[in-house]
């Protein structure tokens, strides 16, 4: 069965240390693909950048 496992972090090393230690638990043959994205915004009032990582990994179970 295919399934996917979702990861959403401020900072791109946290995101990193999480998808590591979750591939640490699959087979390498399980693993079927990886989807990345990052969206930037900006806080209008702080004019501050605001950054969202994500990932996606889709394994079979």
Not at 24 to 47: C, F, G, H, P, R
Request: one cysteine or more; a negative charge.
């Amino acid at each position: 069965m295919i399934q996917v496992k979702l990861f959403d972090r401020e900072h791109e090393k946290d995101l990193e240390k999480e998808m590591n230690r979750f591939l640490k638990d699959i087979e390498e043959q399980s693993l079927v693909d990886i989807k990345y994205n990052v969206a930037a915004m900006t806080e209008e009032e702080e004019e501050e950048q605001i950054y969202c990582f994500t990932a996606m990994i889709i394994y079979r179970a």
